[in-house]
């Protein structure tokens, strides 16, 4: 053989991973190089170590600024993995080649808008790029016409799905096939060689296609290729993508090449292994480079003969997991009519679409959804890949992957569910992680709250391990070597850059939930400071309820909370002074503010301990808002509700505020305002009126008074209230309105003639369900068990 050895691949495709195997079985090289950048040549090694199981990926990422960073996935069925583990098993050498991470973390920070970041903000996945498929990692929109090489190809073989083509072609090769068209049979580098001369072709007819970044990489490889063949001889493999392999082969010279590299800025890099998933894999998530089916090729690569059947059983066993009925007749029947679909099809073998197609004739009943499920755990999958504990890592990623093992925290790429009993040490070492790692803004996991106890000694996490959390954990290590001292630092430099009284509680709720007792002192004096000179009312109620939940997490967690308390107190006397002037004289939108701000002062006044006195002071503040006339009918009445779920409103008076407010002097939009602030939202206020049919009465007189022409004024308002309510709430307040005033004595709903109520309570009902709770609550048989559950029953 002369010359290179030239191995132009798809990344992440398995029949590219097994022919590039075939090809160095027979031709042993002396050497093999990878495209990849030459900085993971020092972590090479490490791919032979028994911990290391793919997906993996090569992190690099500045050391000047941990947030530029960039990924090179790779899979187990991935052309380069497969080289390299090939290599090493062999004890021959390997290297990467590509232009280094230095370079193009710099053309990234420099603007380049080739070398920029993925969409949504998430960190620039840099796969080894430049595949037959998609040689571009994210093209950008100005950057001229570009073109997909494999769409050329698979257009002039006359296909229509480019996808399609390169399964039939490369893919199902090895995998119980016959061999498909333009394929030779015999030397395994046949494919290559058969591959390299059409690219050839597109590149003479396109150039570089559009990818103008291209020829530096390029030019970096053919270097580093000269090298390597006056070390080794000519005889050393290259597996780089297709694209690559007619640029590799052109003549030029040495001085040329390193012209094109002249000026191009570089930057200080670190670089590592990192876990990766077979969903970022995934072109959906915004890889370039990625494929529509990683669980798929995964399966592909790994099944050894039958891969069709195997997966079929795959299938089944999961649908049967899900409670479905599969039976082995239907894993028959549906491996025939895929491999009937492909012989219609032309197809050399049943690929994903014939399968997937059998799939939803056979054992989903012709349905949609439950291959949806298929899709997202087989076809697509969430594998997680594991490194070495000798990889590289900054000192925060050691100090959370310690954590993660001594609290048996794995890191999963499956979305899972997590309850904490924070009475439990164990768990409550957990929890202090999850919210230190939040507050490092490192979001492997979010409260999840309304499930399961609503006490503060229980909390329920979402968690979910995404490979791009690694960066926001090296971005995170600027502020210390352990989780700990890292979130105290970031907690204390947070409190003195914070502007608002807001940003302070909401930060001391954290601190106090996270245990940091490091960053308190500093939170606190920040907090004092802005709490004496903020006197926006709006601020401070914004602010009480933050720091009423903190004292109660600090009575859970066992912290030292008095200099909170404290504060709270003063915050709460100045609420007291300053609200009901501050609610005078407000628009709709402040109105509905400060109904938001009133609702959060009365919860967090009811969770202060020792607050009577405050309690008392609050009820004045409440009865003084609901009375004057000059606060918006929102606000009076969400004070006058308020003051009756206290019991400190009697109903009779309840219902005369509701009576001034409904008034006819009152104007429609004030006084749809003020109903909407009494029984509007989800305070109960429909159940309210299903029960009181004095206020009932008092609404509907007032709603079938309003004039026509102000009638579609208080519509908006009142729709909003009244969708809030839970449909049943709705339809039995549409029935007792439907039915009318009792001709008796007036009211909406008279028991005595209404069908469906009693005049009273029917005492010997009610007993009969004493003998069932004596049952539930264990209390036994005996004779004053009925005397003491006569309450419970009644």
Known sequence: MTGPLLLGVRHHGPGSARAVRAALDAAVPPAVLIEGPPEGDALLALAADEQMRPPVALLAHAVDDPGRAAFWPLAEFSPEWVAIRWALEREVPVRFIDLPAAHSLAMAAAGDPEWDAVPDGHPRVAAPDGEAVDPEWDAAPDAGVRIDPIAVLAETAGYDDPERWWEDVIEHRGAGSRAGPGVKEGDPRAPFAALGEAMTALREMYGHGGHDRDLAREAHMRIQLRAARKEFGDGVA?????????????????????????????VRTEMTWVPWTHRRLARHSGYGAGIDSPGWYGHLFGAPDRPVERWMTKVARLLRDED????????????????????????????LAETTDAVRAVMCDGSDVPLDLIRDRLIVGDVLGEVPDAAPAVPLQRDLSRLQRSLRLKPEALERELDLDLRKETDAAKSRLLHRLKLLGVGWGEPVTGRGSTGTFRESWRLRWEP????????????????????????????????????VTELAERCLLAELPGALPVVMRALADRAALDADVGHLAQALPALARSLRYGDVRSTDTAALGEVAAGLAERICVGLPPACTGLDVDGAAEMRGHLDGVHTALGLLPGARELSERWGSVLHRLAGRDTVPGVIRGRAARLLLDDGRLQEDEAARLMSL????????????????????????????????????????????????????????????TFSAYESGVRRTLGELVRRGPSAADGPMRDESTVPGFGAGLDEERADAVLPLLRLLLGTGTQDNDDNDLVGVGR
């Open 238 to 266: 290259v597996v780089c993508g297709a694209w690559h392999v007619p640029a590799l082969g052109e003549k030029t010279t040495l001085a040329a090449d390193k012209a094109l590299l002249k000026g191009l800025p570089r």
């Open 324 to 351: 479905r009925m599969v039976s082995s007749a239907h894993v028959i029947e549906a491996v025939r009519l895929a491999d009937t679909l492909a012989a219609m099809r032309g197809r050399p073998l049943a690929g």
């Open 661 to 720: 407010a409904l008034s006819p002097g009152t104007a429609p939009t004030e006084a749809a305002a003020w109903i909407e602030g009494f029984v509007g939202g989800a305070s109960g206020g429909g159940m309210l009126l299903v029960h009181d049919d004095r206020l009932l009465g008092l609404v509907d007189a007032w709603l079938t008074g309003v004039p026509a022409d102000k009638f579609t004024d208080v519509l908006p308002l009142l729709r909003r």
């Open 468 to 503: 791009e959390l690694f960066v926001k954990v090296a971005e995170a290590g600027v502020w210390g070597t352990t989780v700990l001292s890292a979130a105290t630092a970031k907690a204390a430099n947070q409190a003195v850059s914070a502007t608002a009284l807001a940003e």
